[in-house]
């Protein structure tokens, strides 16, 4: 895999919704409080699988949404 050097800050794009998704991550965390990495990496895991699924769903919703509309 090639990666492209970066050589400024003009160049890192980030996303504007990061801030939002890495807080609420944050705060999750500090709630759950696990101890150690095998327990912060799994957490971490299971954490973003179930935002995932919970976004899937929301997408899905939308849609079904904008079908009944047409």
Excluded: C, N, W
């Excluded at 696990?34 to 912060?40: F, S, W």
């Excluded at 699988?49 to 079908?67: C, F, P, S, V, W």
Aim: glycine share 2%; proline share 3%.
């Amino acid at each position: 895999m090639e990666v492209e050097r970066i050589f400024s800050a003009e160049q890192i794009v980030v996303h504007p919704d990061l801030a939002k998704i890495i807080k609420e991550y944050t705060k999750a965390v500090v709630r759950k409080a696990p101890v150690g990495t095998d327990e912060i990496l799994e957490f971490s895991a299971d954490y973003f699988k179930k935002q995932t699924e919970i976004d899937t769903e929301k997408r899905l919703a939308a849609l079904k949404i904008e079908g009944e509309d047409a």
